[in-house]
Structures are given as C-alpha cells and as structure tokens.
C-alpha cells in the first residue's frame, strides 16, 4: 500500500509566498513522475505542475515564473514552492505520484491540502 500525505497549506496574502510538501510511503520499487494538481470551488481539477525522476519539469502555464516544483528522490519528497500568490490561487492543492509496485504501475493521490489567497 502507497500513501501520501502532503502538508504546508494556509492561508496568505496576495503576494504572499507557501511551500506544499508531500512525501510518499509504503512498498514500491520506485516513484515515477510527481504532480501537484489544484482544484478550486467549482472548478475541474487541473494540473499545476509534474517533475519526472530525472528533473524534468511543467508547468501550468498560470503559474509559470511564480512556482516551482522539486523533489528529493532519496526522501521521495515533492514540494511546491508557490510565490507572488494571487486569489485565483485559491484551491485544494493535490499531490499525484506514479509509483512502481511490483510489476504494476500505480497512480496514487493525496488527500489534499488547503490553499487560501486573500485579496
């Protein structure tokens, strides 16, 4: 069984800056791409952005420039580091992990976390 549990929601100011942090647990052989997905009220869940095992990074072209997103494979860890925060930001913020468990490839998802942008 693979879990998620992703942390460092809250509330800020527009302009303001957060860092999401998620870490994956349980038994896998590896962790394949990692995502941060968002989904404001209302609104389709979108992808803000994914980084691959080897660096490669994409972004939401919404937020280009203002996130970044990293990972610490020995920890398999992927943070989000979210600056110049705008209301339209608002959203649960979800980490997504591919994950090799066995010979299968697993989609897992985290339970998401909060972000809140005042005006």
């Known amino acids: 069984q693979v879990q998620l549990v992703e942390s460092g929601g809250g509330l800020v100011q527009a302009g303001g800056s957060l860092t999401l942090s998620c870490v994956a647990s349980?038994?896998?052989?590896?962790?394949?791409?990692m995502s941060w997905y968002r989904q404001a009220p209302g609104k389709q869940r979108e992808l803000v952005a994914a980084i691959a095992s080897g660096g490669t990074t994409n972004y939401a072209d919404s937020v280009k420039g203002r996130f970044t997103i990293s990972r610490d494979n020995a920890k398999n860890m992927v943070y989000l580091q979210m600056n110049s925060l705008k209301p339209e930001d608002t959203a649960v913020y979800y980490c997504k992990v591919n994950v090799v468990v066995g010979y299968e490839y697993l989609e897992v998802w985290g339970q998401g976390t909060p972000v809140t942008v005042s005006s």
């Open positions: 349980g038994s896998f052989k590896r962790v394949s791409v």
